[in-house]
């Protein structure tokens, strides 16, 4: 199974603050198809997962552009340029390349 | 407005089957892959498994095959998950969400314990 391994663990940020979290592949999410099935996702305490970034660098409707997605290959990241207050909770890359899909492990941001 | 309601969870005894439900509206069923994936109490997420449009592939994560089946109705536009031979490890908050996971159901809780 492909393995997403997610750094931070955890991120403390203040408002306004741009941070980024990485996540590496333990292959190339590459798609035969030319497509990389790499996407982002939030977990806000107490919600279901949204989706905020799909192949790579998609922004899904509705989320704000302060978040970007960015990579090729094995590694890939996500940035927020300039945190606000409800982007507090656990940041998902999720890969659907390869079978099984799998997730990385997640990465929690505090608001300072 | 895209919707996906679980249904079906609860309190079961290990050993014993339980039977989720989730129904979609707000967007064109038959079109998407589906999947279940579920969080165990403060634990993260993982694919329990999916299903093609049409229902005629699907993939299970290893500790669930054999005990677990993923189906759909896409005239009803519902996806099922039945969960036979339960254990405490299947104790979790189980996700209805699309193939490419853009649509998300609120969750509905599985407890496994005698």
């Known amino acids: 199974d492909v393995v997403l391994t997610q750094t931070p663990p955890t991120l403390s940020a203040t408002i306004g603050q741009s941070v980024s979290i990485s996540c590496r592949s333990s292959?190339?999410?590459?798609?035969?198809?030319?497509?990389?099935?790499l996407n982002w996702l939030l977990q806000r305490p107490g919600q279901p997962p949204q989706l905020l970034i799909y192949l790579v660098s998609r922004l899904e409707s509705g989320v704000p552009n302060r978040f970007s997605g960015s990579g090729s290959g094995t590694d890939f990241t996500l940035k927020i340029s300039g945190v606000e207050a409800e982007d507090l909770g656990v940041y998902y890359c999720?890969?659907?390349?390869?079978?099984?899909?799998?997730f990385g492990s997640g990465t929690k941001l505090e608001i300072k | 407005e895209v919707q996906l309601v679980e249904s079906g969870g609860g309190l079961v005894q290990p050993g014993r089957s339980l039977k989720l439900s989730c129904a979609a509206s707000?967007?064109?069923?038959?079109?998407?892959?589906m999947a279940w994936v579920r969080q165990a109490p403060t634990k993260g997420l993982e694919w329990v498994a999916y299903i093609s449009t049409g229902g005629g592939s699907t993939y299970y994560r290893d500790s669930v095959k054999g005990r677990f089946t993923i189906s759909r109705d896409n005239a009803k536009s519902t996806l099922y998950l039945q969960m036979d031979s339960l254990r405490s490890e299947d104790t979790a908050t189980y996700y209805c969400?699309?193939?490419?996971?853009?649509?998300w159901g609120q969750g509905v809780m599985v407890t496994v314990s005698s």
């Open positions: 707000g967007f064109t069923f038959s079109n998407y892959y």
């Open positions: 292959q190339s999410l590459l798609h035969s198809n030319g497509n990389t099935y």
């Open positions: 999720v890969q659907s390349t390869h079978a099984p899909f799998t």
């Open positions: 969400t699309t193939g490419l996971p853009r649509y």
